[in-house]
Structure formats: C-alpha cells, structure tokens
C-alpha cells in the first residue's frame, strides 16, 4: 500500500513562495504519475499539476503556469511543488496524489496524502 505525506504548507506573503513536498513509503513512486490538487473553501477540488512516472512530462493548469514548478526525486521517493509569485488566489488545502499516468481528474487517483494547507496573505 502507498502512503503519501505532504509538508512544507504555511504562510507566505503575496510575490513569496514555498515548496510543497509529497513523501511516499510503502512501495516505490517510481511507477506512479503524481499529480497536486488543492481545494479552496466553497470550491471544488481542482487540479494543479502532474508530472508522470519518468519527471520528462508535466503539466500544469493555466492558473499556476509559470509560476508553479513540479519535480520529482525518484530515489528519494518524494514529489516537490516549488511555488513562486504566490496570489491571494493560491490560498487552498493542497494535496498530491498517485495514479499510474497523469489525469485532470481527480476521481482517477488511487492514493491521496492527508492535505497541508497553504495561506497567502499579507
């Protein structure tokens, strides 16, 4: 069974940035896409990025584009979400998730981490 924790959430200022990180234990991430969503009160959980198996591909969505950067370190089992230029906008619970490719969906991932929160604001 995959476990997958996230870390690094917080506070930050408008224009700042944090990096969110996505541990996994159980079995390896080598064979997982891994993809963030993030749910804002009163919204639907949304997608933000995926990056598949090998770290070649991701995809982001509009709203993080050129901002959000997703990397992945295979031999360490673990996911990072480097978040820079961060808005108001961003303020959500993030959460990563592993499926075998990548998907918009959310419904198609099989494992989800328990959430860490994220809060812009000066």
């Known amino acids: 069974q995959l476990q997958l924790v996230e870390s690094g959430g917080g506070l930050a200022q408008p224009g700042g940035s944090l990096t969110l990180s996505c541990a996994a234990s159980?079995?390896?991430?080598?064979?997982?896409?891994i993809g963030w969503f993030r749910q804002a009160p009163g919204k639907e959980r949304e997608g933000v990025s995926c990056i598949s198996t090998s770290g070649v591909a991701t995809n982001y969505a509009d709203s993080v584009k050129g901002r959000f950067t997703l990397s992945r370190d295979n031999a360490k089992n673990t996911v990072y979400l480097r978040m820079n230029s961060l808005k108001p906008e961003d303020t959500a619970v993030y959460y990563c998730a592993a499926h075998l490719v990548c998907s918009a969906h959310y419904y198609y991932y099989d494992y989800w981490g328990q959430g860490t929160q994220v809060t812009v604001s000066s």
């Open positions: 159980g079995r390896t991430l080598d064979y997982f896409a």
